[in-house]
């Protein structure tokens, strides 16, 4: 009994039913993969973490989350064990059972294999973002004036092979284009200079 309803379940997986949706989602899986990679290519991202609409610093510091930052259950992910189960069914459908469970098997492994690319390539976005200790010791240019005391100006700073606009005081005025040399961490956004 128990053999011919692995029989009967085998035959239904072999059928033009579900061959029909191996293909559709062959098909449409990998249509949706694609136009989302190329809206992620040509999309752009937006500066997390560096320079607010104000020209400051909002948060430079990132704290490394490890794998919080992996989400399995992403919609790429998802896309990819679609399309994947979807091309296995196809080439392996008239197996049945088997070839069902080959598909799964195959899709739930692309599926992992794209969520572990995607957390890969978040950890190396992450890992290019400049700390606000990396700024004390290094040398720039006021760029708007600093008035001295407790009004603050703005400064450009090279650093980490960029050049960045941030906020910034001193104890005395600096006119626009004074050399100076960064001294001091205030706050995550603002930085004390010093007249070189």
Request: aromatic letters at 14%; one cysteine or more; charged letters at 15%.
């Amino acid at each position: 009994m128990i053999q011919d309803l692995f029989n009967a379940i085998s035959t239904f997986f072999a059928g033009g039913t579900v061959m029909s949706l191996y293909w559709g989602l062959a098909v449409g899986g990998s249509l949706f993969f694609i136009l989302n990679l190329i809206f992620a290519s040509f999309g752009g991202v937006e500066n997390p973490g560096e320079i607010a609409e104000d020209g400051t610093f909002d948060s430079l510091d990132h704290v490394d989350t490890g794998f919080e930052d992996f989400h399995f259950l992403s919609l790429r992910a998802i896309l990819a064990f679609v399309s994947v189960f979807g091309w296995c069914g196809v080439l392996w459908g008239k197996h049945g059972f088997w070839g069902f469970l080959a598909a799964f098997v195959f899709g739930f492994i692309a599926m992992s294999l794209t969520a572990l690319a995607i957390w890969g390539m978040m950890r190396l976005q992450h890992s290019g973002n400049v700390k606000t200790n990396d700024f004390v010791g290094k040398t720039g240019t006021v760029y708007m004036q600093i008035p001295g005391g407790n009004g603050h100006g703005k400064i450009t700073v090279t650093v980490g092979g960029a050049t960045r606009e941030v906020a910034a005081v001193a104890d005395e005025p600096l006119a626009t284009g004074t050399p100076i040399k960064v001294t001091e961490v205030i706050d995550q956004s603002l930085f004390r200079v010093e007249k070189i």
